[in-house]
């Protein structure tokens, strides 16, 4: 169990780049903006498999969107030798919240096959009268 889920909402403020591992796996990759205008705050957003292939196809600069996912520390030498530490998000669903008014509104996820909580959870919940306070 990770303790470190994210959901976080912001401007996606450069357009998802697709690559490829070693393995042929896709990975797509954007900068999300979650601060203010006057102040802004930066994470690497990375998605993986079909959602990259997803978020790399609809997901532009300038959308508003949400992403749930897990947080994780990288790093990076800069040109000095100096260790530079960041912030990135491994992305588990990315929801498109706002763009142009030609395009609808999209949700996507790892997971093809979405599960209901409530369909999860089934008969296991106590009514009202059952309440012992």
């Known amino acids: 169990m990770s303790l470190s889920k994210i959901v976080i909402t912001g401007e996606v403020t450069r357009t998802p780049e697709k690559r490829f591992t070693d393995n042929n796996v896709a990975i797509s990759a954007f900068s999300l903006n979650f601060g203010t205008v006057d102040e802004e705050k930066l994470v690497r957003v990375l998605s993986f498999g079909g959602l990259a292939d997803r978020v790399a196809a609809d997901v532009k600069k300038g959308q508003k969107v ?43 996820s790892e997971k093809e096959d979405e599960f209901s909580l409530a369909d999860e959870i089934g008969d296991d919940l106590i009514g009202e009268d059952e309440i012992p306070f």
């Open 66 to 108: 949400l992403v749930e996912g897990t947080l994780q520390t990288n790093s990076s030498k800069t040109e000095s030798g100096d260790e530079k530490k960041f912030y990135e998000i491994s992305a588990k669903t990315v929801e498109i919240l706002g763009q142009s008014e030609d395009l609808g509104a999209k949700s996507y």
